[in-house]
Structure formats: C-alpha cells, structure tokens
Nanobody
Framework: QVHLVESGGGLVQAGGSLRLSCAAS????????MGWYRQAPEKQRELVAL???????NYADSVKGRFTIARDNAKNTVDLQMNSLKPEDTAVYYC???????????????WGQGTQVTVSS
C-alpha cells in the first residue's frame, strides 16, 4: 500500500510564495515518479510538476520558472516550492505517486487527499 499525506496549502496574495509537501508511507511497493497535479473549479486535473526517482523533472509550461519540485528518495517525500503565485494558480493541489509493486512490473497510481491553494489578486 501507498499512503500520501499533503500539507502546506493556504491563502496567499498574488506574487507570494507557498511550499507544498507530500510524504509517502509505503509497504511492498517502490515509488517511481512523484508529482503534483492541480484541479481548478470546472476544469480538468492537470500536471503541475513531476520528478522521477532518477531526478528528471517535468513542469507545466504555465509554472516553469516559478515552481520547483524537489524529492527526497530516502524519505519518500516530494515538495513543491511555488513562487510568484498568480490568481490562476488557485486550485486544489494533489500529490501523486507512481508506485511499482515489489517483485512485479505493475504500476499503480496513488493520490493524496488534496490541499487547497488560493491566490488572491
């Protein structure tokens, strides 16, 4: 099993910063990629940033240069530093883990409960 717990959301003014954290508790799985997604009201969930266990990163164009994803493989944690926040960054942010069952090549996607980020103008 993989259990993800997020923290760090909140309300911030435009131009401000927030840091999201996600900690994974795992049993009988290993984690491949970890990332952050977000979903604004009446919009589809979208990728914000992703980091593989090898350290490769991928960012949505809308956050490049403003957000930084960082992972600690030993602790199974992933953080998202969000700077220069804009009102359009307002959404529920979800932590995601791509987990592989040990002894197999089967991948499973796990999600955190979500944390609200609200950026006021």
């Amino acid at each position: 099993q993989v259990h993800l717990v997020e923290s760090g959301g909140g309300l911030v003014q435009a131009g401000g910063s927030l840091r999201l954290s996600c900690a994974a508790s795992i049993s009988r799985f290993s984690i491949d990629a970890m990332g952050w997604y977000r979903q604004a009201p009446e919009k589809q969930r979208e990728l914000v940033a992703l980091v593989t266990n090898g350290g490769s990163t991928n960012y949505a164009d809308s956050v490049k240069g403003r957000f930084t994803i960082a992972r600690d493989n030993a602790k199974n944690t992933v953080d998202l530093q969000m700077n220069s926040l804009k009102p359009e960054d307002t959404a529920v942010y979800y932590c995601n883990a791509d987990a592989v069952k040990i002894g197999t090549d089967r991948h499973f996607a796990y999600w955190g409960q979500g944390t609200q980020v609200t950026v006021s103008s």
